[in-house]
C-alpha cells in the first residue's frame, strides 16, 4: 500500500535561516507524483511544490526546493531564508493511482513548522 | 484568477441534523474532490468527480453522506444525519488534466457536531 511518513511532528527555525522538512514515501507504482502543501492557522492547503518520478531535477519554487533521492524514497523539502510567514503546518503528498487513473493524494501526517525571530 | 470557493466556513450544527457544503471550483478545471480533514491528521479523499462522473467515492459513507455536481461545476456535499465523529475539516478542491494534475484546495468548511 501506498504511504507517506513525515517523523518531525514539529520544528523550530530562526528567521532567515534555511529548513529542512523530512518526508519519506512508499510505493511500488513507477510512475507517481509528489507534492507539497503548506497550511496556515486559517486552514486553507496552499500548494507549494511538484517533483514527478521521472524528473531528472530537482524542483524549485523561489525559496522552496525539493531534495529528491529516489533510491531512498524521500522527498525533503528545503525552505532557505525563512519568514516569520512560514509558520504553518506543511504536508508531504503523494499522488496514487485509483482504478487506473491517476490522482488521489495521499497525504502525510504534517509537520507544525515556527519560524522564530 | 479565482481560487476554489467554499462555504460556508463554520458550521455547528446538532447531531442527527443535516448539514450541506457548496464548493465552486478554479474555472476549467473539470475535476473536483472532496476530502475529511480531522484533527491533527492529513486529509483523506472523500470522493472525486470527473465532470459530473463520480469516479472513486470508495471512501464516501454512503449511508449518510451524499455528494453531487449537477452541469459538471459546482458541488455539493451532504450529511444526513450528522453524528459526533463528523466534526472535522471538509475541503474541496480542484485540478486540470495535465502531466501534474495539481490539486488546488478551498479554504475549507469546519463542521463541529454538539
Known amino acids: 500500500a501506498q504511504k507517506i511518513t513525515q517523523t518531525q511532528p514539529g520544528m523550530f527555525v530562526q528567521e532567515k535561516e534555511a529548513v529542512t522538512l523530512d518526508c519519506t514515501y512508499d510505493t511500488s507504482d513507477p510512475s507517481y507524483g509528489l507534492f507539497w502543501y503548506k497550511q496556515p492557522s486559517s486552514g486553507e492547503m496552499i500548494f507549494l511544490i511538484y517533483?514527478?518520478?521521472?524528473?531528472?531535477q530537482n524542483a524549485t519554487e523561489g525559496r522552496y526546493s525539493l531534495n529528491f533521492q529516489k533510491a531512498r524514497k524521500s522527498a525533503n523539502l528545503v525552505i532557505s531564508a525563512s519568514q516569520l510567514g512560514d509558520s504553518a503546518m506543511y504536508f508531504c503528498?503523494?499522488?496514487?493511482?485509483?482504478?487506473?487513473?491517476?490522482?488521489?493524494?495521499?497525504f502525510g501526517t504534517g509537520t507544525l513548522l515556527a519560524v522564530q525571530p | 484568477e479565482a481560487g476554489v470557493v467554499q462555504s460556508p466556513r463554520y458550521k455547528i450544527i446538532e447531531k442527527k441534523q443535516p448539514v450541506a457544503f457548496w464548493c465552486n471550483p478554479i474555472?476549467?478545471?473539470?475535476?473536483l474532490y472532496w476530502y475529511r480533514q480531522n484533527l491533527g491528521q492529513g486529509p483523506e479523499l472523500l470522493i472525486r468527480?470527473?465532470?459530473?462522473?463520480?469516479?472513486?467515492d470508495s471512501q464516501l459513507p454512503k449511508d449518510r453522506f451524499s455528494a453531487e455536481r449537477l452541469k459538471g461545476v459546482d458541488s455539493t456535499l451532504k450529511i444526513q444525519p450528522a453524528e459526533l465523529g463528523d466534526s472535522a475539516v471538509y475541503l474541496c478542491a480542484s485540478s486540470f488534466i495535465d502531466r501534474r494534475e495539481t490539486q488546488y484546495f478551498g479554504p475549507g468548511t469546519r463542521l463541529l457536531v454538539l
Open positions: 474555472s476549467g478545471h473539470n475535476t
Open positions: 468527480y470527473e465532470n459530473e462522473e463520480a469516479v472513486d
Open positions: 503528498a503523494m499522488r496514487e493511482r485509483t482504478r487506473g487513473a491517476t490522482n488521489k493524494l495521499i
Open positions: 517533483q514527478g518520478s521521472y524528473d531528472q
